[in-house]
């Protein structure tokens, strides 16, 4: 049986989309965009956060546009699976957004420098609120939500599969580099702080 073409491009477009989303932060690319700029790369978290939202809406649009056959319409009880899931998915970003600093995250505080004459200052290392918990409330709290966010059809099947797997490798990219930035105090937080979900866990895991 053949696979629907727009299913295949739904593949295509979304991995392409994960793609174009990751190398941009990549260290060979943020120390090429340096040497090249060395006064205006503090603008790059900035133009990064409008290039990735920008795509990211306009293959939204292109998804909404495609035929899709449902699949799983989380009936009955199930619904309240759906919405305890969300629910989770919400909180995990609200503390989440206690502990990171946004306004770093979408690069303002970088403009702000920049606007001032002054060198931005790298983020801090912290480890308070559900950083204390787990290691990546947001990528926790995506997964969540693209696993229960709409009624599953055959195009939402693709892409949800793809995000989901592009989260799972982008966090063990982002620990890497973690690990390469801040060194043993980020060994030893993560020996002591889960990565996804606050399960006990044998010692030396990860």
């Known amino acids: ?74 009936p009955g009880g199930w619904n309240w699976v759906r919405w305890a899931g969300l629910f989770e998915a919400a909180l995990l970003f609200f503390l989440g957004s206690r502990s990171y600093n946004g306004r770093t995250f979408l690069g303002l505080t970088q403009l702000r420098d920049f606007a001032a004459g002054r060198k931005p200052e790298a983020p801090a290392f912290t480890t308070t609120g559900i950083l204390g918990v787990i290691r990546h409330p947001w990528y926790t709290g995506t997964l969540l939500f693209t696993a229960f966010c709409l009624p599953i059809t055959d195009v939402n099947l693709v892409w949800r599969l793809i995000f989901m797997v592009y989260v799972l490798v982008g966090t063990e990219l982002e620990e890497r580099k973690l690990i ?27």
């Open 180 to 206: 390469a930035e801040l060194g043993e105090p980020y060994l030893n937080y993560r020996r002591e702080v889960p990565r996804f979900f606050p399960f006990p866990r044998r010692r030396g895991t990860s």
């Open 1 to 74: 049986m053949a696979v629907p073409q727009h299913l295949i491009w739904t593949a295509i477009l979304t991995s392409l989309w994960c793609v174009g989303h990751t190398v941009p932060i990549t260290h060979a690319v943020r120390d090429r965009v340096r040497a090249l700029f060395p006064r205006y790369h503090v603008l790059d978290r900035a133009l990064y956060v409008i290039y990735s939202t920008a795509t990211l809406a306009l293959l939204f649009v292109w998804l909404r546009a495609q035929p899709q056959q449902m699949l799983w319409d989380w």
